[in-house]
Nanobody, 125 residues
Framework: QVQLAETGGGLVQAGDSLRLSCTTSGRTFSTYALGWFRQAPGKEREFVAGISVSGTNTGYGDSVKGRFTITRDNAKNTVYLQMTSMKPEDTALYLC??????????????????WGQGTQVTVSS
């Protein structure tokens, strides 16, 4: 069982930046593919960003390309989501996800094995 804890959410204004962090338990972080998803009230969970086990490959949802960046720090068991030029439509609960193993970037909910509880991000206009 892998436990995940997201931090860094909050209330920001349109155009601001925010960095989310997700720290996992366990000693095999370097074998995890990682992802960030978001879910707004009444909407389906949406892929935001993913990073491969090696960290060399990343992928982004169309709505955040060019604005968000995902990175990982294996020494700290942490994955980050740097968000810039934020928009009100970025408002959502942001969730971190872990997939054990695999050599790609994963963009679909069912491809992940473990999930955090999420951190709320609210962007005011």
């Amino acid at each position: 069982q892998v436990q995940l804890a997201e931090t860094g959410g909050g209330l920001v204004q349109a155009g601001d930046s925010l960095r989310l962090s997700c720290t996992t338990s366990g000693r095999t972080f370097s074998t995890y593919a990682l992802g960030w998803f978001r879910q707004a009230p009444g909407k389906e969970r949406e892929f935001v960003a993913g990073i491969s086990v090696s960290g060399t490959n990343t992928g982004y949802g169309d709505s955040v390309k060019g604005r968000f960046t995902i990175t990982r720090d294996n020494a700290k068991n942490t994955v980050y989501l740097q968000m810039t030029s934020m928009k009100p439509e970025d408002t959502a609960l942001y969730l971190c996800a872990v997939r054990v193993g695999g050599g790609s970037v994963y963009t679909v909910v069912y491809e992940y094995d473990f999930w955090g509880q999420g951190t709320q991000v609210t962007v005011s206009s």
